[in-house]
């Protein structure tokens, strides 16, 4: 279904969801390298002011701070190094606003790469740039937020398997789990599912994904990274049998009242 059709309420509350979290994905992952670096950055810089405020504040209890050199800041020197600091910590904070909210921001391979070694999954230069490929409609080796829509439009209302997936796969996972920490849970997965499929299909999907980590199944309802990408994978290889099966009996048919 496109995304101009018409809709049920419920069902347009569900895509409202869905879009909301695709972009918090595409977000995340565009820029994901420049931004790290800055908040790395940031994170150092702020421990520093941190340190040397309590300085400034208490210099005989508080532990000596060193400027860039390795050298220990005198009490009178702290003040003007303090300024200095929160200078390079706005202009820092500047960058990374700027680089999180520019409208242009795309996916590169590193950034693809980065954001997946975060989840705990190590792919090979091959593999990422297969990823960028399938759904890189303007081949300019980057994915920008009209590509990555239409990719996941294409794949959630794909009926015949043959639709790149391998991108899909990792930015569905990561809908799923709202603060990246590469895990998800039953909960996570059953809004969407049962906006998706409806309540009568809902139970047969979470089957289909968790399999025996279903809670209801003596499992933990958790499903890392590699086993989602290994379940869905299993699913979109039979999904596919069945479609080519239906396909070509159907041909087949076809020839013999012909014949």
């Not at 496109?2 to 347009?12: H, N, V, W």
């Not at 989840?119 to 890189?136: A, H, N, Q, T």
Request: some cysteine.
């Amino acid at each position: 279904m496109a995304l101009g059709d018409d809709l049920s309420p419920k069902k347009e509350e569900g895509l409202a969801s869905e879009l909301r979290d695709l972009r918090r994905v595409f977000d995340h992952i565009a820029s994901h390298v420049e931004r790290s670096h800055l908040n790395k950055l940031l994170m150092a810089k702020n421990d520093r002011f941190y340190r040397l405020q309590q300085f400034v504040e208490n210099p005989s209890a508080a532990s000596p701070v060193q400027n860039e050199q390795g050298i220990d800041i005198s009490k009178y020197q702290a003040p003007s190094e303090l300024k200095h600091l929160q200078e390079e910590i706005a202009e820092l904070k500047m960058q990374e606003k700027k680089a999180r909210d520019d409208p242009n921001k795309k996916i590169s391979i590193r950034d693809l790469d980065a954001a997946l070694k975060s989840l705990g999954r190590v792919c090979s230069k091959k593999e990422l740039e297969y990823m960028i490929w399938e759904v890189d409609e303007n081949l300019d080796q980057h994915v920008d937020w009209q590509e990555f829509q239409l990719m996941f439009e294409r794949n959630t209302t794909d009926k015949t398997g043959l639709e790149p997936f391998e991108l899909f796969n990792i930015v569905q996972f990561m809908t799923y789990d709202e603060d990246f920490k590469g895990h998800i849970t039953e909960d996570d997965t059953m809004s969407t599912l049962f906006a998706r499929h409806g309540r009568d299909n809902l139970e047969e999907q979470m089957t289909k994904l968790f399999g025996d980590q279903l809670k209801s199944a003596g499992g933990e309802g958790i499903l890392t990274l590699e086993q989602y990408l290994k379940a869905v994978s299993v699913r979109q290889v039979k999904e596919s049998k069945i479609e080519y099966t239906v396909v070509t009996e159907s041909m087949s048919k076809s020839v013999a009242k012909k014949v």
